[in-house]
């Protein structure tokens, strides 16, 4: 059996399948958000699947499979003979330890702070389009007469938290971490707005160079995780408003309209999913930084 590999990914989607070969199959992979993939073949359906490898807790040390992508051929990769096995629990456990160097039962396993930050920052362009995106699609659809004024009301203050909260933080946040990068401030000016246990780590280390390197992670990680706990908020509330609307119920809907709506809810869905991910990430990112004093 090949042995096993943790290769770090910045997203899933990054994983080519039609790239692998027998030995890949053994293969974990680790996105910017910690979480851990593998790959099986399918073979019934001749396709090679990419699974999403999802810890229950960590007593029992198991784990679920979720199928994520899949990629069809005509014959499996190196014969169905030569395929390992399904990988255990057991194994997979011992597979996360091994990436963590720790215990399987922790979390942020194969967390990388600047892969999981620049991932971010990159997932954050893709949402504000996004954003301007479902605002275009729900006002296309005409879902919202404009004789509800109530309802007229509501959506444009939706887009309103929309614009504010999403796409100019999003902006701001990438701005400051151009400016952070490129030509930072002073690191009295940075420490003046650290909270009081981010302050007594930075008392703590020495050096000017370890000092800056743990107040950039400690701006991204309040920036990243305020912005995307805020913007999953709005889209809570706002996936709930659409998912009351019956379409059945309102007169006059072209096939355009309706496919604007569902196209405007689907991303709504998926960028809450995200945001989500990324909270998640945030949680790694955190137990990082104040658990290891030396960055």
Do not use: W
Request: glycine content about 8%; charged content about 30%.
């Amino acid at each position: 059996m090949a042995k096993t590999r943790i290769i770090r990914v910045q997203r899933v989607e990054d994983i080519d399948l039609s790239k692998v070969s027998v030995y890949d199959l053994s293969n974990r992979y680790v996105d910017a958000g910690g979480n851990m993939y593998g790959l099986r073949y399918d073979r019934a359906g001749k396709k090679i699947e990419i699974i999403k490898l999802i810890r229950t807790p960590a007593k029992s040390a198991g784990f679920f499979a979720k199928k994520v992508f899949e990629y069809k051929r005509g014959q499996p990769p190196s014969g169905e003979n030569g395929l390992p096995p399904e990988p255990s629990p057991e194994s997979m456990a011992e597979e996360l330890a091994e990436a963590s160097g720790g215990d399987p039962g922790e979390s942020g396993i194969g967390f990388d702070p600047d892969i999981f930050i620049n991932g971010t920052l990159e997932q954050m362009k893709s949402h504000r389009d996004r954003l301007n995106g479902i605002m275009m699609n729900i006002k296309n659809s005409n879902v919202v007469k404009d004789g509800s004024r109530e309802e007229s009301t509501y959506l444009s203050d939706i887009f309103r938290s929309l614009d504010m909260d999403g796409i100019q933080r999003i902006d701001k946040i990438l701005n400051d971490h151009k400016e952070f990068s490129n030509y930072p401030r002073s690191l009295v000016y940075y420490t003046s707005k650290l909270d009081t246990r981010s302050k007594n780590i930075v008392d703590s280390l020495d050096g000017d160079s370890s000092k800056m390197r743990f107040i950039f992670l400690v701006e991204m990680y309040f920036s990243i995780r305020n912005f995307y706990r805020t913007l999953r908020k709005v889209l809570q509330e706002f996936g709930e408003f659409l998912q009351r609307k019956n379409l059945d119920e309102i007169r006059n809907l072209s096939h355009a309209e309706t496919k604007s709506f569902e196209d405007g809810k689907i991303s709504v869905e998926n960028t809450l999913a995200e945001s989500n991910d990324i909270l998640a990430g945030c949680a790694s990112l955190e137990k990082h930084m104040f658990k290891e004093k030396k960055l």
